[in-house]
Nanobody, 123 residues
Framework: QVPLVESGGGLVQPGASLRLSCTSSQRPLNVFDMGWFRQFPGKEREFVGGISRSGGTTYYGDSVKGRFIVSRDNSKNIIYLWMSNLNPEDTAVYYC????????????????WGQGTQVTVSS
């Protein structure tokens, strides 16, 4: 297991942007493909986006394409989720996770998870 910590969540207004971060103080993340998921109350976790170990490949869930960007800074051991044009339907707990292999999109494709960070979009 890789201890992961997400940060950057909060309350924002519709149309705003937000950047989430994911890091580990105990393990280097550059050996993992990484993913971001979100979870709505009473729902299963939904794939948001993923990134390869080098950062050269990114891919996204249909609901966030064109609005969210996943990036990483391996020198800082941080994975980012850049969110723009947020709307109330983006309100959820956001999680990062370490991938078991490339291009995973299902919960079962990922092994270690952070505790999540709440993002609330409301006027």
């Amino acid at each position: 297991q890789v201890p992961l910590v997400e940060s950057g969540g909060g309350l924002v207004q519709p149309g705003a942007s937000l950047r989430l971060s994911c890091t580990s103080s105990q393990r280097p993340l550059n050996v993992f493909d990484m993913g971001w998921f979100r979870q709505f109350p009473g729902k299963e976790r939904e794939f948001v986006g993923g990134i390869s170990r080098s950062g050269g490949t990114t891919y996204y869930g249909d609901s966030v394409k064109g609005r969210f960007i996943v990036s990483r800074d391996n020198s800082k051991n941080i994975i980012y989720l850049w969110m723009s044009n947020l709307n109330p339907e983006d309100t959820a707990v956001y999680y990062c996770a370490t991938g078991l292999g490339p291009m995973g999109t299902r919960v079962g494709d990922f092994s270690s998870w952070g505790q999540g960070t709440q993002v609330t979009v409301s006027s």
